[in-house]
């Protein structure tokens, strides 16, 4: 399995539990990784994890003491490699991250 499939397949299996804890027993899809803990702890799981992480604050409570009350995935962002052999130049266009956005109150 290449590692594009993979982080497809383990993008998906974070987003379904999300989908269990945003939405209750009845739910719909959303694209986000699950929060961990308090919200300090959520945010150093998600950088742990390659993700780019923007935190909105609702309140001025410490990350320590706050809760996470919304994850939701921001914009894929890639770079342009090149690779120089002797004959010709190579471009590959790759995934060098993903931005997340996480709300605490």
């Given at each position: 399995?290449?590692?594009h499939?993979?982080?497809?397949?383990?993008?998906?299996?974070?987003?379904?539990?999300?989908?269990?804890?945003?939405?209750?027993?009845?739910?719909?899809?959303?694209?986000?990784?699950?929060?961990?803990?308090?919200?300090?702890?959520?945010?150093?799981?998600?950088?742990?994890?390659?993700?780019?992480?923007?935190?909105?604050?609702l309140?001025?409570?410490?990350?320590?003491?706050?809760?996470?009350?919304?994850?939701?995935?921001?914009?894929?962002?890639?770079?342009?490699?090149?690779?120089?052999?002797?004959?010709?130049?190579?471009?590959?266009?790759?995934?060098?991250?993903?931005?997340?956005y996480?709300?605490?109150?």
């Amino acid at each position: 399995m290449s590692r594009h499939a993979f982080a497809v397949r383990t993008a998906g299996a974070l987003v379904a539990g999300v989908i269990g804890l945003a939405a209750g027993p009845v739910g719909t899809a959303a694209a986000s990784p699950a929060p961990v803990g308090n919200a300090q702890q959520t945010i150093d799981e998600l950088r742990a994890q390659g993700y780019r992480v923007i935190v909105s604050r609702l309140s001025n409570r410490p990350l320590t003491e706050a809760n996470v009350v919304g994850v939701r995935h921001g914009q894929d962002y890639s770079q342009n490699w090149i690779i120089d052999d002797e004959d010709r130049d190579y471009v590959y266009n790759a995934l060098a991250g993903r931005t997340v956005y996480v709300e605490v109150n």
